[in-house]
């Protein structure tokens, strides 16, 4: 066998095996219909839930199911959460519904490949492929309303309706729901972090989660600012909320938070980390840099939702 001969064969047999995972995942992508515009959503549970990007279905009030083979059903939004952009659906009189297998997202590797599927019209899958590009942990996007943290970036292009659908490793397993495109990279959610998230809002249909009242800036520390804190940055606060719990705290314009509840803070991540359900109305520690000098104040996370 020529050295042609052989690099076409290994291409043939890439190529295959390609085909096989988009087969296999395919019948387990839905499309999700809300209002005039539509996504795609991933077969979750045999039992009916349906797991989508939240910017899908946060503005409708009704939202519709397209499963594989063409039928549509009437989809309940169990439970959403704006943080993470994922929302969680239940269909009912549904049979044979495959979910896919779930993968491990904390081991990810630059270079690894991923195909981004997606199903926004409800009859023909769509499919892309890319690698995995950055290690990257949070994304500002949506609009000038915010960032996502800990995302998976590939570049795997997302056309319109890829949001809410399944990134897959090379096994088939689900690695990411795919969130948006932008600069031309495709933006994921982590699996790790989808499961912590379905989890809680089929129980309770939000996520609760901790509120400072504090518009925040990440920033990175000079040398000897890095060897004094044993960090490599921290989160410098640009806004303070009246009646907020930092406004009660002391916290001041210009404060660089580094400690929340003894625990290091050098991004908007280890912040969203901390501020879970289980600190809110717990006194805790919040250690801040005043004009390169350490200080703590004592604070009590109110509930973001209250807010």
Avoid: C
Avoid at 55 to 77: I, N, T, W, Y
Wanted: hydrophobic fraction near 40%; proline fraction near 4%.
């Amino acid at each position: 066998m020529s050295k042609l001969e052989n690099s076409m064969e290994i291409l043939q047999s890439v190529s295959d095996a390609i085909v096989g995972v988009a087969k296999q995942v395919s019948p387990s992508v839905v499309r999700v219909g809300a209002g005039r515009g539509s996504g795609s959503g991933l077969v979750w549970s045999s039992d009916g839930y349906i797991v989508t990007s939240n910017h899908v279905v946060e503005r409708s009030d009704s939202v519709e199911v397209g499963l594989d083979g063409g039928r549509s059903l009437e989809a309940k939004l169990v439970g959403q959460d704006n943080d993470s952009d994922i929302a969680l659906l239940k269909i009912e009189g549904a049979s044979g519904l495959k979910p896919l297998q779930l993968g491990d997202s904390s081991n990810l590797q630059v270079g690894q490949f991923v195909l981004a599927v997606a199903n926004p019209f409800g009859s023909n899958p769509a499919v892309t492929s890319g690698i995995v590009t950055s290690s990257r942990r949070s994304f500002g996007w949506r609009w000038g309303r915010g960032s996502l943290d800990n995302v998976v970036i590939t570049d795997a292009r997302l056309n319109p309706g890829y949001s809410g659908g399944p990134l897959v490793d090379a096994g088939g397993k689900v690695i990411g729901i795919n969130a948006a495109y932008a600069y031309s990279r495709g933006i994921a959610i982590p699996i790790n972090t989808v499961k912590t998230v379905v989890d809680k809002l089929a129980k309770e249909g939000r996520i609760k989660r901790g509120y400072l009242g504090v518009v925040l800036n990440e920033i990175e520390f000079p040398e000897e600012l890095s060897k004094q804190t044993g960090q490599e940055g921290g989160l410098m606060v640009v806004s303070v909320s009246i009646e907020s719990p930092a406004k009660k705290a002391g916290v001041a314009i210009g404060d660089v938070i580094v400690k929340l509840d003894q625990k290091p803070v050098e991004g908007l991540y280890d912040l969203q980390r901390l501020l879970n359900d289980e600190i809110i109305g717990k006194e805790v520690k919040l250690s801040v840099l005043r004009a390169e000098k350490s200080l703590e104040l004592k604070i009590t996370p109110g509930d973001a939702v209250s807010q």
